[in-house]
């Protein structure tokens, strides 16, 4: 098993209040990177989002909540797919994204 | 008394509304939580410095913050609300059947005597306790899976449990409203429930009398005289005279019986205070007049109180937490408006004034008297 690398991550304006963060996230991550694992580190380290990001019971992403890593649409591969190198290197973050709805 | 704290919650944020014994001038903070929904936000008895407020959105689901200094800190604590066991399922509008789906906490009561511990009723309906705080949240599953539950449907703003009635005396004695179940009470705790709509008809149902079903949109009682409870019904203003064992209708001589809030006097158990909003259609008061209707007879007998209030071109409504009362002397008396405005009573209902005019819809109004 690999050491943990950072990965930046981008969270929405009203979950950076939440955790009282500004700016990126970056929490560590060991392989393989995928965005379930992510989030992991991410309540651990902010354990006001628990909840906030995936349901407590069944662990699938909130409804209105987007994922996005390298240009490329994570939203329902949480644990399947593994993030893309320009994410693991530091190059890209994830995004988190709230869905635009309401006007 | 030194003076009182007013809790507001909001559609995009909560505020304080603080004021000395005279509450003529106010200072107001806020928003607290600014963008979310707060559906209520309560202070402990026990500790009026304790406060606890439930933050949620759709996006993000819910938050409960605590705060330790009366408001100008807060802290994220546990937002774990998950069923005990399998949460079976309910009605939809439509007659079809829906697992049940947590979604938000209505209101926060928390225990005369012991600023950690607090009841939540949330959406669908279902009863939660914490003992530690609000750090985490076990839930009281015998109201859930009543017999009569799988029957439940949602009112309009969801199967919400929006009304939690502890008996002044009796720790192990509590009334819950849900809409659209109607009142369940419990004996042992909350181990062990039963319904308590008798005397209750509403004309929506296929059977206007049967023992669940109803739409009651609020409950309130003196503690002085806890076996005489208050109900705001979807329609109908009802009474109970054996703490919600058998109800009977005291509209009287109210323009419309429709509304969502009702609440008794601090310190004159039979004044008791409601809305009275035109219809179920219209989430407006009647002729454009924002009027709350006082009855110093517990009931039946209704008076306007519209000093101060606007008469003409007012179509707000107040929901069912929306109104409060102090228990300064003379009784304040308080109303929150979906437009945005705070009035105050300081005298009753006799006079009104706002404290704010232009916040976001109000969700509900609580106020603490300070010692």
Same mark, same amino acid.
């Given at each position: 098993?690999?050491?943990?690398?950072p990965?930046?991550?981008?969270?929405? &304006? &009203?979950?950076?209040?939440?955790?009282?963060?500004?700016?990126?996230?970056?929490? #560590?991550? #060991?392989?393989?990177?995928?965005?379930?694992?992510?989030?992991?580190?991410?309540?651990v #380290?902010?354990?006001?989002l628990?909840?906030t990001?995936?349901?407590?019971?069944?662990?699938?992403r909130?409804?209105?909540?987007r994922?996005?890593?390298?240009?490329e649409?994570?939203?329902d591969t949480?644990?399947?797919?593994?993030?893309?190198? #320009?994410?693991?290197d530091?190059?890209e973050?994830?995004?988190?994204?709230?869905?635009i709805a309401?006007? | 008394?030194?003076g009182?704290?007013v809790?507001?919650?909001?559609s995009?944020?909560?505020?304080?509304?603080?004021?000395?014994?005279?509450?003529?001038?106010?200072?107001?903070?806020?928003?607290?939580?600014?963008?979310?929904?707060?559906?209520?936000?309560?202070?402990?008895p026990?500790?009026p410095?304790?406060?606890?407020?439930?933050?949620?959105?759709g996006?993000?689901?819910?938050?409960?913050q605590r705060?330790?200094?009366?408001?100008?800190?807060?802290?994220?604590?546990?937002?774990?609300?998950?069923?005990e066991?399998?949460?079976?399922?309910?009605?939809?509008?439509?007659?079809?059947?829906?697992?049940?789906?947590?979604?938000?906490?209505?209101h926060l009561?928390?225990?005369?005597?012991?600023p950690?511990?607090?009841l939540?009723?949330?959406?669908?309906?279902?009863?939660?306790?914490?003992?530690?705080?609000?750090?985490?949240?076990?839930?009281l599953p015998?109201?859930?899976?009543?017999?009569?539950?799988?029957?439940?449907?949602?009112?309009?703003?969801g199967?919400?449990?929006?009304?939690?009635?502890p008996?002044?005396d009796?720790?192990?004695?509590?009334?819950?409203?849900?809409?659209?179940?109607?009142v369940?009470?419990t004996e042992?705790?909350?181990t062990?429930?039963?319904?308590?709509?008798t005397?209750?008809?509403?004309?929506?149902?296929?059977?206007?009398?049967?023992e669940?079903g109803?739409?009651?949109?609020?409950?309130?009682?003196?503690?002085?005289?806890?076996?005489?409870?208050?109900?705001?019904?979807?329609?109908?203003?009802?009474?109970?005279?054996d703490?919600?064992?058998s109800?009977?209708?005291?509209?009287?001589?109210?323009?419309?019986?429709?509304?969502?809030?009702?609440?008794?006097?601090?310190?004159?158990?039979?004044?008791?205070?409601?809305?009275?909003?035109?219809?179920?259609?219209?989430?407006?008061p009647?002729d454009g007049?924002l009027?709350?209707?006082?009855?110093?007879?517990?009931?039946?007998?209704?008076?306007?109180?519209t000093?101060?209030l606007?008469?003409?071109?007012?179509?707000?409504?107040?929901?069912?937490?929306a109104?409060?009362?102090?228990a300064?002397?003379?009784?304040?008396?308080?109303?929150?408006?979906?437009?945005?405005?705070?009035?105050?009573?300081?005298?009753?209902g006799?006079?009104?004034a706002?404290?704010?005019?232009?916040?976001?819809?109000v969700?509900?109004?609580?106020?603490q008297?300070?010692p």
């Amino acid at each position: 098993m690999s050491a943990p690398v950072p990965i930046r991550i981008v969270v929405p &304006q &009203q979950l950076r209040t939440l955790a009282d963060v500004s700016g990126e996230v970056v929490v #560590a991550v #060991a392989a393989p990177v995928t965005v379930a694992a992510v989030i992991d580190a991410l309540e651990v #380290a902010h354990p006001a989002l628990a909840g906030t990001i995936r349901d407590r019971d069944t662990g699938r992403r909130r409804a209105m909540i987007r994922v996005y890593a390298d240009g490329e649409d994570y939203s329902d591969t949480w644990t399947d797919a593994e993030l893309p190198d #320009a994410v693991t290197d530091g190059r890209e973050p994830l995004r988190l994204v709230g869905a635009i709805a309401g006007g | 008394m030194s003076g009182v704290r007013v809790l507001v919650g909001t559609s995009k944020g909560a505020f304080v509304l603080t004021s000395d014994g005279h509450r003529d001038s106010w200072d107001v903070s806020g928003p607290l939580f600014g963008g979310w929904e707060v559906y209520h936000v309560a202070g402990s008895p026990a500790d009026p410095d304790r406060l606890y407020a439930s933050q949620s959105n759709g996006w993000f689901g819910q938050i409960i913050q605590r705060s330790d200094d009366g408001g100008t800190t807060w802290e994220p604590v546990g937002n774990d609300f998950t069923y005990e066991g399998d949460p079976g399922s309910h009605q939809f509008y439509d007659g079809s059947s829906v697992p049940w789906n947590f979604t938000r906490v209505w209101h926060l009561l928390s225990s005369v005597d012991d600023p950690d511990m607090v009841l939540a009723g949330v959406e669908d309906a279902a009863l939660f306790r914490t003992t530690d705080g609000g750090q985490s949240w076990s839930e009281l599953p015998g109201l859930r899976t009543h017999a009569s539950a799988s029957s439940w449907a949602p009112g309009a703003g969801g199967l919400c449990l929006h009304t939690i009635l502890p008996h002044p005396d009796d720790p192990a004695s509590m009334l819950v409203a849900i809409s659209a179940a109607g009142v369940l009470a419990t004996e042992d705790g909350g181990t062990t429930w039963q319904p308590a709509n008798t005397g209750l008809r509403s004309e929506f149902m296929p059977e206007p009398d049967a023992e669940v079903g109803h739409c009651v949109h609020k409950l309130a009682r003196h503690p002085a005289r806890p076996d005489v409870v208050f109900m705001q019904k979807h329609w109908d203003v009802m009474r109970s005279d054996d703490g919600g064992v058998s109800w009977r209708e005291i509209s009287g001589n109210l323009p419309t019986d429709f509304g969502f809030t009702i609440d008794v006097h601090a310190h004159e158990p039979d004044t008791v205070y409601v809305v009275p909003i035109t219809s179920d259609e219209h989430h407006y008061p009647p002729d454009g007049r924002l009027r709350v209707y006082r009855s110093r007879t517990g009931g039946d007998e209704w008076e306007p109180l519209t000093d101060g209030l606007p008469q003409s071109n007012c179509y707000v409504n107040v929901l069912r937490d929306a109104m409060a009362v102090d228990a300064m002397d003379p009784c304040g008396v308080y109303i929150g408006t979906t437009g945005g405005q705070v009035y105050i009573s300081p005298d009753g209902g006799d006079h009104w004034a706002p404290i704010v005019r232009d916040l976001p819809r109000v969700l509900s109004v609580e106020v603490q008297t300070l010692p």
